[in-house]
């Protein structure tokens, strides 16, 4: 594969180690996780160089452990002395390489207050705020179709090569294992599946009254407990999910991200829409089954090897507009066919 890259060409430092890298995803969770396969690839080509993350404080835990990143450094959004004090900690940090993979203005600004003298970003057509490329030293023209092998043509600019399988060096915090693993056991829970019915907006969602006929017959089906996760302001569409799924009783429950992690690593297999507990559950290894409507799933799909992804959008729905009514596509997929995918997806575990 090739990329053209705008810029001076890397020269590396001849003081072995002496490389400084700021990588800069500041949000959100699945988009992190398409992030982190690029990551994994700089680090396995820079063995002795410092590899810093800098990325929201909400979503610092999921990096923290993580064996591909020396130091995850939390970005305070809504304080400007946080914001201010993130900025000092960067450029104490003496980086000489930054890569911005969310172009964004913020972002990109990130990444340019850093004081790093190289700093990678897409070019102006493929970033997300086309005037973010004018803060970068070095312009790349991506490769590939799916987000995360976009993200891997920034990493190959900076020296990474492109792996055959993606790697997600990711630590489940001992901790919150620990706290998930007593509350299940409270609630006399065994083995389950995990059901996400959120989205961060409707369109992307499948209906939680299906997501209730689906606990209901898979109960029926099956030996294993469902459980029901949510996030901020999203208790009512798993309450919305019980009570379609009578007399079937899923258990909802709410976690820290810590918590979710250690959830999502020992479930069965997670069914949920394109969300950020879909790609994490994918990223820490977990069976998933993904439904897609109005976005593609070849673009934003779990990057991993045997997920299954259920479809039924035609070429003119993949639009990404962010509504709130449900998608016609997303309305097609139907409580059978959700049925004999996870089936098929817990008959390869056995």
Not at 102 to 121: F, H, W
Not at 235 to 251: F, L
Not at 267 to 289: E, I, N, Q, Y
Request: proline fraction near 8%.
């Amino acid at each position: 594969m090739t990329q053209a890259v705008c810029g001076p060409p890397m020269i590396e430092n001849s003081a072995k180690g002496a490389e400084r890298f700021l990588a800069v995803r500041l949000t959100a969770l699945g988009d992190i996780l398409h992030t982190l396969p690029a990551v994994a690839a700089l680090r396995a080509a820079h063995r002795n160089a410092r590899i810093d993350w800098v990325v929201e404080r909400k979503w610092a835990p999921v990096l923290e452990g993580s064996p591909a990143i020396d130091e995850v450094i939390p970005f305070e959004r809504r304080s400007l002395w946080g914001a201010a004090e993130c900025v000092q900690r960067l450029r104490r940090n003496r980086y000489t390489c930054a890569i911005d993979f969310q172009g964004l203005y913020k972002s990109s600004m990130l990444a340019a207050l850093s004081g790093a003298p190289r700093r990678i970003g897409f070019e102006r057509s493929c970033a997300r705020e086309p005037g973010a490329a004018m803060l970068y030293s070095e312009r790349v023209t991506p490769v590939g179709r799916h987000v995360a092998e976009l993200n891997y043509s920034l990493a190959e600019a900076a020296g990474a090569s492109r792996p055959v399988a993606p790697e997600y060096p990711l630590r489940v915090p001992a901790g919150g294992a620990a706290s998930i693993r007593a509350r299940l056991q409270e609630r006399g829970i065994g083995p389950y599946i995990v059901v996400g019915p959120a989205g961060s907006w409707g369109a992307k969602c499948w209906p939680p009254g299906r997501y209730g006929e689906f606990c209901r017959e898979f109960e029926n089906r099956s030996a294993l407990r469902v459980v029901v996760i949510h996030g901020p302001g999203e208790i009512s569409i798993a309450e919305e999910v019980c009570r379609a799924a009578a007399p079937a009783r899923p258990e909802i429950v709410k976690t820290t991200i810590e918590e979710l992690m250690g959830l999502l690593a020992h479930a069965k297999c997670l069914l949920a829409a394109d969300s950020g507990p879909l790609h994490l559950a994918a990223a820490l290894g977990t069976p998933v089954v993904g439904l897609y409507g109005p976005t593609d799933p070849a673009r934003n799909g779990p990057f991993v090897p045997g997920a299954i992804v259920l479809s039924q959008a035609r070429p003119e729905e993949i639009s990404y507009k962010r509504r709130d009514s449900f998608s016609p596509a997303m309305l097609r997929i139907t409580v059978e066919q959700v049925l004999t995918a996870v089936d098929s997806c817990l008959r390869h575990q056995a």
